[in-house]
């Protein structure tokens, strides 16, 4: 596993009261979310960990508006936020499982997204102060990066607390 790392060393941040620092891990349930669980596992055994699934409650009325129809011929509708909701809490919730089982003292937490799931990532790091959050990264770059944006890129730029980068195995044959 190959892990990049910004900002200080992550695992000398032991609180002051010689307790483990508590990180951010964001998950999505991708195999890539998973091998970031793995990672945090890894560089943080033990450690209080909040498994973060952000969902975003507008993008299925993004999709409806920005689609017309779907392949099938029939107009989208946009899912239940509640429904959305739910998915996202199944999916920390098995995050949070998955984390435990790799030894990581996990909680779940799904929080809708309010602009942009980076600024959500570091703003629940931020209230739960998190000595260091941990990501999962495709390694996009150029322009499809610029098309599609990066979240890794987005949390590395913003969060001013160390961040662990979990690269994809395809990432991690092609270099």
């Known amino acids: 596993m190959r892990v990049t790392t910004s900002g200080r060393d992550p695992a000398a941040h032991m609180t002051a009261s010689g307790r483990k620092p508590r990180i951010v891990v964001g998950y999505d349930g ?14 943080f055994p033990g450690s209080p960990t909040v498994v973060v699934t952000v969902w975003e409650p507008g993008l299925g009325a993004m999709v409806a508006a920005g689609t017309g129809m779907d392949a099938a011929g029939a107009l989208p509708l946009p899912p239940d936020p509640e429904l959305v909701s739910d998915h996202a809490a199944v999916v920390a919730r098995e995050g949070a499982q998955l984390a435990a089982s790799l030894g990581l003292d996990a909680e779940a937490h799904a929080i809708p997204d309010r602009l942009d799931v980076a600024d959500t990532i570091v703003d629940v790091a931020s209230k739960r102060d998190a000595r260091a959050v941990v990501i999962g990264s495709h390694g996009i770059s150029g322009l499809r990066s610029r098309l599609l944006g990066s979240t890794s890129s987005r949390v590395l730029a913003r969060c001013p607390l160390p961040v662990v980068v979990v690269r994809s195995a395809e990432t991690r044959e092609s270099r």
Do not use: N, T, Y
């Open 30 to 43: 991708s195999e890539l979310a998973k091998a970031a669980l793995r990672g945090a596992a890894e560089l």
